[in-house]
DNA sequence: GTACGATTCAATCGGTCAATCGATTTGCTT
DNA sequence: AAGCAAATCGATTGACCGATTGAATCGTAC
């Protein structure tokens, strides 16, 4: 890991990590080129050397990201040895604990969301969709789970317990995110997600 | 209601609404003041005449959906004779058609809460959070809602269901804001908040 | 009907933006 | 060490943006 003067890998990971920290805090729009480049520590033109354009810096900056958020919920929903119940208790804290552990993740999919359908995001957000009913189809033919509503509710409920909670959890409750001493007011909304919304979708 | 040639009035409502449509769609930062003059078939300066700065006009937009929405709010968890947890479903209710009827307000919202804390909008919305909560934990102290968490986040939980549901329902369920056939995805979903969540926050 | 403030528009300003270009430096191959 | 492609930078470009200005037009109070 010797320090080079030019090494092409090291100043597109800059560029990246950088526009990232802009972009979630900003937004596209209010984000300069030469403001990334300063942020980084290289030239303007760097960008354009090794991304082309900002929009599709701005989507390089987003794969990245939901690529290991699709890796990780992905393989939570494959882990076996769990049925029912216990299997979605644990998936709610993996996806609980991912967006804890990626708060800027948060605001770049809020950003993105609003900006509409990225490319090659849908058809990753539809397998984990897929995935997620069947597990959850599972449960419910092995009355696990109460199946007069659909199963891509429960899902769904679940999904917008934990995203929106992040998303919007220092508006509800000021300084939420500060407080580390445990339990935190994260672990207490986890703790109640489990209690009630899992006692909701029980037969 | 003569269409006067000089309409001080209907010019700052036409900017307005052209402001606030492609802010929602666009975002702040994606939108010139010339965009929004043109949509409102008024000239450029007219918007630094009746709002002097770019950044003000997008307050006005937000305060102005946002002052309706706390009325409406306001009015519903003021409003009497009903108790406990059918008080409660009819919160949800409003809640839920208020989002309904102003899809652009979600995405509004959205925005406003990416880019952090607005003027004038904290107080507001400390307002709902504070009666919201107080009609929750009486709710729980009269044995309708179960007392082994903590009010705000029965309050949070549900606020979640609903806003959650606006701000991706297009991502999860494609289509699902254009079925217009009852009962509609719109209508699926509130029933199953109110069959599942409803049964998850009773003792 | 006229005087005056309010409203509107066209023209334009300085500044910033994304993108391009040319020149220079570096690392690698032979 | 010579040659070459890759990488980097500084300067520049044309377009656009938000904001300002000044003149023209309208409504209205008197």
């Known amino acids: 890991m010797t320090k080079r003067r030019y090494d092409p890998e090291a100043s597109r990971e800059a560029i990246l990590d950088a526009a990232e920290k802009l972009f979630a805090a900003r937004g596209f729009g209010e984000v300069s080129t030469s403001a990334i480049a300063e942020a980084a520590g290289v030239s303007q ?111 769904i409920g679940f999904l917008s317990l934990v995203a929106h909670w992040f998303q919007c959890r220092d508006r509800y409750v000021p300084e939420a995110g500060l407080k580390a001493s445990p339990p935190s007011y994260d672990d207490q909304y986890l703790d109640f997600i489990l209690k009630t919304y899992l006692k909701g979708v029980t037969p």
């Not at 354009?53 to 076996?80: I, N």
């Open 45 to 155: 033109s760097q960008i354009h050397y090794h991304f082309d354009t900002k929009r599709k810096l701005w989507g390089q900056v987003f794969q990245r990201r939901f690529a290991e958020y699709f890796a990780t919920q992905k393989q939570t929903l494959e882990a076996a040895g769990l049925e029912g119940k216990e299997r979605l208790a644990l998936s709610i804290r993996a996806y609980f604990e991912f967006f804890r552990a990626n708060p800027q993740f948060v605001k770049l999919l809020g950003r993105a969301q609003l900006a509409g359908v990225q490319k090659g995001e849908e058809p990753l957000s539809a397998e984990l969709m897929r995935q997620g009913t069947e597990v959850i189809a599972l449960a419910q033919q092995a009355g696990d789970l109460r199946s007069d509503v659909a199963p891509q509710f429960i899902l």
